[in-house]
T-cell receptor, first 110, second 114 residues
Framework: DAGVIQSPRHEVTEMGQEVTLRCKPI?????LFWYRQTMMRGLELLIY????????DSGMPEDRFSAKMPNASFSTLKIQPSEPRDSAVYFC????????FGPGTRLTVL | AQKVTQAQTEISVVEKEDVTLDCVYE???????LFWYKQPPSGELVFLIR??????QNEISGRYSWNFQKSTSSFNFTITASQVVDSAVYFC???????????FGKGTKLTVNP
């Protein structure tokens, strides 16, 4: 079975641009999570969904960040406008009980 | 609130040595799960194990073993006869009470030298 799929794997953009990260969870998983990893702050949970409904978005840093899950097989994390401090690796994970992580998207904002 | 402490920031060993990674946690929950994940240099996060607090038996999987001690709130991970491919950052994690939200430790970077 395919694992969690994320795209793009790498994204380089300029400050002020809109960035959209995509995630396809493992089929049948009820939960979907978005994390951010940086050297300074480690792994941070940004938001998670249960059955496509956002449950906890307390980790979303500010209004520039938004996440959607229009159906059980797709989610997006959008940053608009992007800033250099948003540079990080963004992971999507799915599961219920145990979380399985995607390969991550390395975002660089210049 | 839940807290996970991995006091060892970095460990370096020579191949074939045994190595133990420590994990100490805090929780007010009476039942809970504990997790270990591996992050190799390639960057992905790989699930290793999930243990229920009801089950204090040690778990062994090949060269990997886990020692869960509820009395000391520890869930330590031992690699026997380490190999270069074991080089990675290892994270211990615990769900925040009543939710699916995982609280991660800061990780231990293990380097296994040939």
């Amino acid at each position: 079975d395919a694992g969690v799929i994320q795209s793009p794997r790498h994204e380089v953009t300029e400050m002020g641009q809109e960035v959209t990260l995509r995630c396809k969870p493992i089929s049948g998983h009820d939960y979907l999570f978005w994390y951010r990893q940086t050297m300074m702050r480690g792994l941070e949970l940004l938001i998670y969904f249960n059955n496509n409904v956002p449950i906890d978005d307390s980790g979303m840093p500010e209004d520039r960040f938004s996440a959607k899950m229009p159906n059980a097989s797709f989610s997006t994390l959008k940053i608009q406008p992007s800033e250099p401090r948003d540079s990080a690796v963004y992971f999507c994970a799915s599961g219920g009980g145990t979380q399985y992580f995607g390969p991550g998207t390395r975002l660089t904002v210049l | 609130a839940q807290k996970v402490t991995q006091a060892q920031t970095e460990i370096s060993v020579v191949e074939k040595e045994d190595v133990t990674l420590d994990c100490v946690y805090e929780t007010r929950d009476t039942t809970y799960y504990l997790f270990w994940y591996k992050q190799p240099p390639s960057g992905e996060l790989v699930f290793l194990i999930r243990r229920n607090s009801f089950d204090e038996q040690n778990e062994i999987s090949g060269r990997y073993s886990w020692n869960f001690q509820k009395s000391t709130s520890s869930f330590n991970f031992t690699i026997t006869a380490s190999q270069v491919v074991d080089s990675a950052v290892y994270f211990c994690a615990l769900p925040q009470g009543g939710s699916e939200k995982l609280v991660f430790g800061k990780g231990t970077k293990l380097t296994v030298n040939p």
